[in-house]
């Protein structure tokens, strides 16, 4: 009986060695990969590319639950997801928890791209839809298909401030070696993290990272650092996945119409009050 329980708990500790092995195996492979360049000498990153998984749901491992429309059954379900925060913990200060249990609570209400505003960043990277990468030697453009939202980015100017706040925030990025980076700040503060009620200051900065691990691959990571709202800087990472379809282009997806109701509904009349207001009409 021991025996045979040694050998079962060897060909566990086998089992994790051989999928440690072959991660560590599969990073360092992706760490040795050199994208092609652009005439500039830089990684070239153009392209279409698209997040796959549920951060745009929640940042943090979730269950499924049920959607807010009941109508549309199991494809209206909010499907469950691995996390894709650094440690699994968002450190929210106690007050700042708190407000984001209440946004969370009411999130078809609050949350800004249920009204089709602009995602703001890190969150246009990772929502259900795609983005292109455009490259010049001075600027990168984003250009996001959910709400027609972009974003300049300019390169190799670390000291040009910001005019004013954005929802999309300012970008400043270099390179590092085979890395993009950008800093991101000067965002408006009313943009969330995911669609459970994760939100940030004005004061919001976030580093982002673009790594090549592959031709069709992208490491993706970016560090959010906000004193008002978290104790500490902390991080996210995902893929980022090239589209590849021969005729891959983003389709215009304007949302303004689709969330009219949302947000005036509320203005319209019902039918008694609009007839009373014609036969008012008519009498003048």
């Not at 995911?194 to 939100?199: A, E, H, K, P, V």
């Not at 691959?217 to 978290?230: G, K, M, N, Q, R």
Request: aromatic content about 12%; hydrophobic content about 35%; overall charge negative.
């Amino acid at each position: 009986m021991e025996k045979s329980s040694s050998g079962r708990n060897f060909r566990q500790l086998l089992s994790i060695a051989v999928v440690l092995f072959a991660h560590q195996f599969s990073f360092a492979q992706a760490g040795d990969y050199r994208a092609p360049r652009t005439p500039d000498g830089n990684p070239d990153l153009n392209g279409f590319w698209q997040a796959m998984g549920t951060a745009h749901w929640d940042l943090q491992t979730h269950e499924s639950r049920a959607g807010p429309l009941w109508q549309l059954g199991a494809l209206g379900a909010i499907p469950g997801g691995v996390g894709v925060v650094e440690g699994e913990e968002i450190p929210y200060r106690p007050e700042a928890l708190a407000k984001k249990q209440e946004n969370q609570a009411a999130w078809m209400e609050l949350d800004p791209v249920v009204k089709c505003y602009m995602p703001g960043i890190p969150r246009a990277n990772y929502m259900p839809y795609p983005f292109q990468l455009f490259q010049t030697p001075d600027h990168l453009l984003f250009a996001y298909q959910f709400a027609s939202a972009s974003r300049n980015v300019f390169m190799n100017r670390p000291d040009y401030e910001a005019p004013i706040l954005t929802v999309m925030g300012h970008n400043l990025g270099h390179w590092e070696g085979e890395t993009l980076v950008i800093n991101v700040g000067d965002q408006y503060d009313f943009t969330w993290l995911d669609s459970s009620g994760n939100y940030h200051s004005e004061n919001m900065k976030v580093t982002e990272h673009f790594t090549a691990t592959g031709p069709n691959t992208l490491h993706y990571e970016a560090t959010i650092d906000d004193p008002e709202v978290f104790t500490r800087p902390w991080k996210i990472s995902m893929p980022l996945y090239r589209r590849q379809e021969a005729n891959m282009r983003l389709v215009e997806f304007k949302c303004q119409e689709y969330s009219e109701e949302i947000l005036y509904g509320r203005l319209r009349q019902t039918p008694e009050a609009a007839q009373r207001a014609a036969e008012r009409a008519a009498q003048q």
